[in-house]
């Protein structure tokens, strides 16, 4: 006996919607979702497995990144990374630096923390059951239900960017988004999601918002669901959802690149904060009302007790993060000493080495940092 899946009721839907559109989401889920996936998916490297490492190291990289740029990582990871146990031993160095370029380096930190726990306290095996997932480091609902899912099969809807994107419009949901919405969303894709294919379904969801329901000039025409979608009865696609009103913060800073028999001085940062335990050179934030060279002396008489001799422009550098803009200003520094320049010997301090501009390949840098180390290598 074939049970027929019953309409939706209006106690299902989130509150800025109503109940007019029951009889096309029945339609539409899920059977027409993914025979339009089907046909349309992309060929795309972590769609060829369910092993749960796989899956999990390609969710994290999608966060807040372009599947364009997240393939070459992807590869380049599994080849030094293969398996959790890989990860679990290497070095946090060798980490950071194949993370190098992606952003948001606290994701790799806790990769590399969540495939310890992994490996001394669950055998080594991913746990199954979401909330188990969801209390690994760096995992949260949406990574918790994209492995589950995709890797065991379990029914629980992924919400991420593209989702939330494709809902707020089939659904024309006014207003900021927020987490009570991501809820509602969950709660309205758990009665409608495959039993049969949930990892297809989410991979739908994510695809649909990817290639159709895009964040600018979507393309209503070729949607699945257009008979169905509420901000295209509107006219509110391209107004839905709400954009947010985060302006980012510019920053002006000034690092030198300071030089001793064919090396180049770098410090480490912190090993907790913005950009943690990655490599730079020394320098740091100009303040209101400074020069750069002013602030440029001060921060490394601050920082290392540093005399200028002499600062040459180098280069400058621009690099857009998330919350705020970096103007990054380098100079060629020397540094004075009795009798005359001299460079500063640091032995004993792991937190400030001369390395050659051979092997500054081997160490992690922030993005603005490491356009200043092509330009060192590439002009010597």
């Excluded at 007019?20 to 769609?47: Q, S, T």
């Excluded at 194949?98 to 095996?125: F, K, P, S, V």
């Excluded at 160490?363 to 590439?378: A, C, M």
């Amino acid at each position: 006996m074939i049970r027929r899946r019953r309409a939706i009721r209006r106690s299902d839907l989130p509150a800025e919607s109503n109940g007019r559109c029951d009889e096309g989401w029945d339609a539409l889920f899920p059977g027409r979702l993914l025979r339009w996936y089907a046909a349309r998916k992309r060929d795309l490297p972590w769609r060829r497995t369910r092993d749960p490492y796989r899956v999990w190291v390609s969710e994290i990289m999608l966060q807040q990144t372009t599947v364009g740029a997240v393939i070459p990582y992807y590869n380049a990871w599994l080849r030094a990374f293969p398996d959790l146990q890989t990860l679990a031993r290497a070095p946090l160095q060798k980490v950071l630096k194949a993370w190098e370029g992606l952003g948001y380096y606290q994701r790799a930190r806790n990769m590399r923390r969540t495939a310890r726990i992994i490996r001394d306290r669950c055998g080594g095996r991913f746990p199954e059951d979401p909330a188990d997932l969801a209390a690994l480091p760096g995992f949260g609902p949406y990574t918790a239900a994209a492995v589950a899912s995709l890797a065991f099969h379990r029914p629980v809807p992924v919400v991420e960017a593209n989702v939330r994107r494709v809902m707020t419009r089939m659904l024309g949901l006014a207003g900021p988004p927020g987490a009570g919405r991501d809820a509602a969303i969950a709660r309205f894709l758990e009665k409608r999601i495959s039993r049969r294919s949930p990892g297809n379904f989410n991979q739908a969801m994510m695809e649909w918002g990817a290639l159709v329901c895009r964040p600018k000039n979507p393309l209503c025409l070729k949607c699945p669901g257009q008979n169905f979608c509420r901000a295209f009865a509107r006219g509110e696609q391209d107004v839905l959802p709400a954009p947010k009103t985060l302006r980012p913060k510019d920053i002006t800073a000034v690092v030198a690149v300071i030089r001793k028999n064919g090396r180049v001085l770098l410090q480490k940062r912190p090993e907790t904060g913005l950009l943690a335990g990655l490599w730079e050179f020394p320098g740091g934030k100009v303040e209101a009302g400074e020069t750069l060279r002013a602030a440029l002396r001060r921060e490394l008489r601050e920082e290392r007790g540093f005399a200028v001799e002499s600062a040459r422009p180098l280069m400058t550098v621009r690099h857009s993060y998330t919350r705020f803009r970096v103007t990054l200003h380098a100079f060629d520094v020397t540094i004075a000493g009795p009798g005359g320049p001299r460079p500063p010997d640091f032995r004993g301090d792991s937190s400030v080495r001369w390395v050659s501009l051979g092997a500054l390949d081997r160490y992690p840098f922030p993005s603005g940092s490491l356009k200043i180390v092509r330009h060192l290598q590439s002009r010597g």
